[in-house]
């Protein structure tokens, strides 16, 4: 899959970048000065964006780091099971199950329509419209 570049330093609050070959979402971002080297070395801390783990790396400030694709779409649920729910996409018509958090469980009801994010394949619903 193609991916965006961008240096270590341009990783701002709220940019998704791929750490340990996992999407993640950087909360912040702190900037060293530049050593006897010359290098400033960049420790950013994310949020994974489908585990929802904490990943803290540091990396030179040149490194770059890769920005994953991510499509926002709508679907709307066509029915519920355990761990899943079976949605129809609103554009393509596509069905197919998401997982969900047990978080949002109480708002999942058939023919309610929710925004999923395909992050590099992986589909994952974020909220309920």
Avoid at 114 to 121: A, P, R
Wanted: proline content about 3%.
């Amino acid at each position: 899959m193609v991916h965006r570049l961008i240096n270590a330093t341009e990783a701002k609050a709220g940019t998704v970048i791929i750490i340990d070959g996992e999407a993640c979402t950087v909360r912040s971002m702190d900037v060293s000065k530049t050593g006897k080297h010359g290098h400033a070395k960049c420790r950013i801390s994310a949020i994974g964006i489908i585990s929802g783990k904490k990943k803290v790396i540091a990396v030179p400030g040149h490194d770059r780091l890769e920005v994953p694709l991510i499509l926002k779409k709508r679907a709307q649920i066509l029915s519920i099971g355990e761990v899943t729910v079976n949605v129809m996409d609103l554009e393509s018509y596509e069905t197919f199950d998401i997982p969900f958090d047990e978080e949002i469980k109480n708002d999942l009801k058939p023919e309610v329509q929710v925004e999923y994010w395909d992050v590099e394949g992986i589909k994952v619903i974020k909220k309920v419209l």
